[in-house]
T-cell receptor
């Protein structure tokens, strides 16, 4: 069964550095998402993406964040200048909306640690 | 925006017993309610979902009920097994292909432990 994949599984970076988190959605999916989960807190929506543009973004997704689909398979989340509070598990998800189900399939996550 | 509350935060049951996890939501426009199971170190996996035009849905030992009037939905697991032990998340969203792709609003999660 196809799965969403994410790399790396764990990223450690210094505050102020740029990081790029990578995702490969399921190949025939059309809608892409990023979520994050700070330890002990809820999973929070960051952004949704369709047809090469952002569909919706949350208040968390400020100018430090950007997303890109550089080719037909990858979907990336860039954080330009990381802060301590960006430390979290980042999940990518994708979906192929059908007639009656719009399941979002999640990747295994990237644990980002900002020191 | 939507706000989803989930209870309890932890739940321990004996193998074979039933488990019930409850969620409430605030936005009456929400129309899609998935439940995800997350085992330690693994990805969240959808186990069941329900749309607002249905009151109940069942899949083997798992069922979900939705009360739109009260704005709450529940996950029921019968004949629990040790492999059911995981964190369970409820979520709610409005999915309207014309205007929104359905950002999921999650509950805080319930750690279910099933003792053999």
């Amino acid at each position: 069964e196809p799965e969403v994949t994410q790399t790396p599984s764990h990223q450690v970076t210094q505050m102020g550095q740029e990081v790029i988190l990578r995702c490969v959605p399921i190949s025939n999916h059309l809608y892409f998402y990023w979520y994050r989960q700070i330890l002990g807190q809820k999973v929070e929506f960051l952004v949704s993406f369709y047809n090469n543009e952002i569909s919706e973004k949350s208040e968390i997704f400020d100018d430090q964040f950007s997303v890109e689909r550089p080719d037909g398979s990858n979907f990336t989340l860039k954080i330009r200048s990381t802060k301590l509070e960006d430390s979290a598990m980042y999940f990518c998800a994708s979906s192929y909306p059908g007639v009656s189900t719009d399941t979002q399939y999640f990747g295994p996550g990237t644990r980002l640690t900002v020191l | 925006g939507e706000n989803v509350e989930q209870h309890p935060s932890t739940l321990s049951v004996q193998e074979g017993d039933s488990a019930v996890i409850k969620c409430t939501y605030s936005d009456s426009a929400s129309n899609y309610f998935p439940w995800y199971k997350q085992e330690l170190g693994k990805r969240p996996q959808l186990i069941i979902d329900i749309r607002s035009n249905v009151g109940e849905k069942k899949d083997q030992r798992i069922a979900v009920t939705l009360n739109k009037t009260a704005k709450h939905f529940s996950l029921h697991i019968t004949e629990t097994q040790p492999e059911d032990s995981a964190v369970y998340f409820c979520a709610a969203t409005l999915f309207d292909r014309g205007s929104t792709l359905g950002r999921l609003y999650f509950g805080r999660g319930t750690q279910l432990t099933v003792w053999p």
